[in-house]
């Protein structure tokens, strides 16, 4: 078998034990990731990597979140946060003022909790709790549980992170009234269907990892799940550059406004 069939092989067999289409990431970095994690197990060839991802749970496991890059951060990119306050979400309430938000790939978490704060302080108003989506589970987990280190929820200004973040065992708890406005599903990007209607969708970080493919359907799928005149907010070195013809109008740098 040549190398080419190794690797379809083995994206063929990854789906169908864990679902995951890895054909929709970009092969070069998956293929990196990949061959780092075989070697810091001893695994030589994919079909006994793909024994040992059926039969060890805790391999399985350490592999996804290897795979995946679960980095975050509270208020990550604080300017186009002060751009959300201050310019976006006058736009969006001014046409509904119970407001549907969306996270999508959110990691452990620090996302949803950032806006969930913004909106507890600046007195925006939810329809619904924000909803924040991951592919995987563990991370999921850990943005239920909400426990942070000192290090990252350095991230949450001073004033805010006091009333917020509660002291525990050396770590920080992020208070019941911000977690209850948080709401933790798994989804899927590449097989899911898209809950529809929002006002404001994230999706920051995660796409980065795709090829311009399967970016440009998401994009498109964003742009269905907002109502018109909701924005989509991406990563800081993103772009969409068919915003255009995907019925999106650039409102400031990394947000994006359906057109009604
Ligand atoms: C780097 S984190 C971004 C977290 C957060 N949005 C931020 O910007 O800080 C990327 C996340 O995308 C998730 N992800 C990757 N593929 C996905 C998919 N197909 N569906 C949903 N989430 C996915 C990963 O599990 C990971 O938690």
Redesign the pocket.
């Known amino acids: 078998m040549n190398q080419a069939d190794d690797w379809a092989n083995f994206v063929k067999k990854y789906q169908a034990l864990s679902g995951i289409d890895l054909v929709a990431y970009k092969r070069p970095q998956m293929e990196r990731r990949i061959n780092s994690f075989m070697r810091s197990i001893g695994s030589r060839d994919y079909v006994s990597f793909l024994e040992l991802l059926g039969s060890d749970r805790e391999i399985y496991r350490r592999f996804l979140e290897h795979l ?6 509270f208020f ?1 990119n604080i300017q186009q946060w002060e751009v959300l306050e201050k310019e976006i979400v006058p736009l969006l309430v001014n046409e509904r003022p119970g407001l549907k938000i969306w ?5 452990t978490g ?2 949803a909790y950032s806006l969930a704060i913004l909106c507890r302080e600046k007195g925006i108003r939810l329809q619904d709790r924000i909803l924040a ?4 589970n563990e ?1 999921l987990e850990k943005g239920r549980q909400a426990l942070y280190s000192q290090k990252a929820i350095d991230g949450i200004q001073a004033l805010w992170r006091n009333k917020y973040a509660v002291a525990e065992n050396g770590q920080y708890r992020i208070s019941e009234e911000i977690r209850r406005m948080v709401r933790f599903e798994k ?4 097989r899911d269907r898209f809950v529809l209607d929002q006002d404001l969708i ?1 999706c ?3 796409v980065i ?1 795709f090829t311009e493919e399967t970016k440009l359907t998401l994009y498109r799928k964003f742009t269905e799940a907002l109502r018109p005149g909701g924005v989509l907010f991406i ?1 800081s070195t993103e772009q969409i550059f068919q915003a255009k013809e995907l019925g999106l109008k650039t409102v400031a740098t990394f947000f994006y406004q359906k057109e009604r």
């Open positions: 995946t890059i679960n980095v975050s951060e990550r996270s999508a790939g959110c990691s620090e996302e989506t991951d592919i995987d991370v989804h899927d990007l590449l994230l920051r970080n995660v990892y990563g």
